[in-house]
């Protein structure tokens, strides 16, 4: 059973344009949402995380959208970057539950000069 | 501050050997946590350990699997008789508190090709 569903599972986007992720869970129980970048032969890494008591949260050129009743949200990139060529997961984990990461199946991202 | 540290950073074996992953948390971390990440896939859950014991071992294979976390020395999973669908890359992650109220950060992993 996936619990949390990434899409696309591939994406090309063009210097300077938006890239967007998406997931979708099922286990209402979560209640932490982190996003991961990992580039090839590295762990991944932190990007940037929310929780459902809020719709959207922005870093810099990374932003969250959270849809609680929906159960969706996503991962949008502003500006893109060819350095922002990378695979992104989604995840979720549940306070004081299991504390196991569940990642979604990742995106390949490809930003193209 | 460094990092969570994984070694050795690759590692090969033949069917049958045992393999033994390394992962030194960040300093201040008791929480670790061990991924593994299949080829085109994302990371799945093994095991969820605190210094000296396994709280949630749920993910890893019933057999030939094992992991711990001393109270001196890094978490080391364990891997005996190993098999060419052990190939992997595996994942250490550590946090301060436990993982719903503080994020997971990952080593670089440690790459078992099983020959």
């Known amino acids: 059973q996936q619990q949390v569903k990434q899409s696309p599972q591939s994406l090309i986007v063009q210097k300077g344009g938006i890239s967007i992720i998406n997931c979708a869970y099922e286990?209402?129980?979560?209640?932490?949402f982190p996003w991961y970048q990992q580039f090839p032969g590295k762990g991944p890494a932190l990007l940037i995380a929310?929780?459902?008591?809020?719709s959207e949260k922005k870093e810099g050129r990374f932003t969250i959208s959270f849809n609680k009743s929906a159960k969706q949200f996503s991962l949008h990139i502003m500006d893109s970057q060819p350095g922002d060529s990378a695979t992104y997961f989604c995840?979720?984990?549940?306070?004081?539950?299991?504390?196991?990461?569940?990642f979604g199946k990742g995106t390949k991202l490809t930003v193209n000069p | 501050n460094a990092g969570v540290m994984q070694n050795p950073r690759h590692l090969v074996r033949r069917r049958g050997q045992e393999a033994r992953l390394r992962c030194s948390p960040m300093?201040?971390?008791?929480?670790v946590y061990w991924y593994r990440q299949l080829p085109e896939e994302g990371l799945k859950f093994m095991v969820y350990?605190?210094?000296?014991?396994?709280?949630?071992e749920s993910g890893m294979p019933k057999e030939r699997f094992s992991a711990e976390f001393p109270k001196e020395g890094p978490s080391i999973l364990r891997i005996q008789q190993v098999v060419r669908g052990d190939s992997a890359a595996y994942f250490c992650?550590?946090?301060?508190?436990?993982?719903?109220?503080?994020?997971?950060?990952f080593g670089p992993g440690t790459r078992l090709l099983v020959l």
């Open positions: 992650a550590s946090s301060r508190f436990s993982a719903g109220q503080e994020t997971q950060y």
């Open positions: 286990n209402t129980a979560f209640d932490y």
């Open positions: 929310i929780r459902p008591d809020v």
């Open positions: 995840a979720a984990v549940t306070q004081g539950g299991s504390e196991k990461l569940v």
């Open positions: 300093k201040g971390h008791s929480h």
């Open positions: 350990l605190q210094k000296e014991n396994i709280i949630d």
